[in-house]
């Protein structure tokens, strides 16, 4: 028997961003669900080994959660892929579709990225027009997911930069990810972002083994948010509170705890529109 489905656990992470009050936003944590170890306990991913009954417990505790915000909302879960194509969702939308990234201009839909070390980024606008989500692991970054995300629901100017009146109409938070102490990553890595743009350089160290590097995936989004023209990025700074690695009675991290504890959970990033 499954224990009784806690409420909201104060512990979950509301972004800290001046979006306008239509705009709400929650980041889960790995508190308050009903999974055993090493899922336990609010595991929201249904790919990763935990107990079917206690993943879909589990979500109904975030739906009821958003259903009791204020702004009720229903949560949209994507097959994210590591690529860097979005999705605009309907009242109609079902979860499962292979994307990593979502947007939506109608109320009452969330649009939910599952993460357990890969960075999770919300946007918004400043008039509170439309919302999106973007799933940003380093492939999906180095891809293009949030150029792409951006150009599906804010599409360029003609100078190519974010489309609003100022550049800072766009605004990102970004949720917790790897952070730079842990992130060791190998020189494949470090060429698919410099390739892109030599600056993407200042986001790596030398790392404790010859070949290879410690990247800061939160600075690599920033840079490339900046060059996309979005000015306005909150949340994850790159310091250790941030970190999935480095927080285990906080998040879920597959690096930490796939190999040693045999699973890893996911956390939710959700954002959405009221009436």
Same mark, same amino acid.
């Given at each position: 028997? #499954?224990?009784?489905?806690?409420?909201?656990?104060?512990?979950?992470?509301?972004?800290?961003?001046?979006?306008?009050?239509?705009?709400?936003?929650?980041?889960?944590?790995?508190?308050?669900?009903?999974? /055993?170890?090493?899922?336990?306990?609010?595991?929201?991913?249904?790919?990763?080994?935990?107990? /079917?009954?206690?993943?879909?417990?589990?979500?109904?505790? $975030?739906?009821?959660? #958003?259903?009791?915000?204020?702004?009720?909302?229903?949560?949209? @879960?994507?097959?994210?892929?590591?690529?860097?194509?979005?999705?605009? $969702?309907?009242?109609?939308?079902?979860?499962?579709?292979?994307?990593?990234?979502?947007?939506?201009?109608?109320?009452?839909?969330?649009?939910?990225? $599952?993460?357990?070390?890969?960075?999770?980024?919300?946007?918004?606008?400043? &008039?509170?027009?439309?919302?999106?989500? &973007?799933?940003?692991?380093?492939?999906?970054?180095?891809?293009?997911? $949030?150029?792409?995300?951006?150009? !599906?629901?804010?599409?360029?100017?003609?100078?190519?930069?974010?489309? *609003? &009146?100022?550049?800072?109409?766009?605004?990102?938070?970004?949720?917790?990810?790897?952070?730079?102490?842990?992130?060791?990553?190998?020189?494949?890595?470090?060429?698919?972002?410099?390739?892109?743009?030599?600056?993407?350089?200042? !986001?790596?160290? =030398?790392? =404790? /083994?010859?070949?290879? @590097?410690?990247?800061?995936?939160?600075? #690599?989004?920033?840079?490339?948010?900046?060059?996309?023209?979005?000015?306005?990025?909150?949340?994850?700074?790159?310091?250790?509170?941030?970190?999935?690695?480095?927080?285990?009675?906080?998040?879920?991290?597959?690096?930490?705890?796939?190999?040693?504890?045999?699973?890893?959970?996911?956390? *939710?990033? !959700?954002?959405?529109?009221?009436?």
């Amino acid at each position: 028997m #499954l224990p009784p489905m806690p409420a909201k656990n104060s512990d979950w992470i509301v972004p800290d961003w001046p979006a306008p009050a239509r705009v709400h936003a929650l980041c889960t944590t790995r508190a308050g669900g009903v999974s /055993a170890a090493p899922w336990d306990s609010c595991n929201l991913g249904g790919h990763v080994g935990d107990d /079917a009954r206690a993943v879909q417990a589990n979500r109904q505790v $975030l739906r009821q959660v #958003l259903q009791r915000s204020g702004a009720p909302a229903r949560p949209v @879960y994507l097959n994210q892929v590591h690529g860097a194509r979005a999705v605009a $969702l309907e009242p109609g939308s079902a979860d499962g579709m292979a994307f990593d990234a979502a947007g939506t201009r109608a109320a009452g839909i969330a649009c939910t990225i $599952l993460v357990a070390d890969c960075l999770p980024v919300l946007f918004t606008d400043r &008039a509170g027009t439309r919302v999106a989500a &973007a799933h940003a692991g380093w492939r999906g970054l180095a891809a293009g997911v $949030l150029e792409q995300t951006l150009e !599906c629901f804010w599409p360029p100017a003609q100078d190519g930069r974010a489309q *609003a &009146a100022p550049e800072t109409e766009v605004m990102a938070w970004l949720g917790p990810c790897i952070g730079p102490q842990a992130f060791e990553v190998g020189a494949e890595v470090r060429l698919a972002f410099c390739t892109h743009d030599p600056d993407a350089a200042r !986001c790596f160290a =030398p790392g =404790p /083994a010859p070949g290879k @590097y410690l990247a800061d995936l939160a600075a #690599l989004a920033r840079q490339r948010l900046a060059r996309a023209g979005v000015a306005q990025v909150f949340g994850n700074d790159g310091s250790r509170p941030w970190c999935t690695v480095g927080n285990p009675s906080r998040f879920f991290s597959h690096r930490r705890d796939a190999v040693r504890l045999g699973g890893s959970g996911r956390m *939710a990033a !959700c954002v959405w529109l009221g009436a």
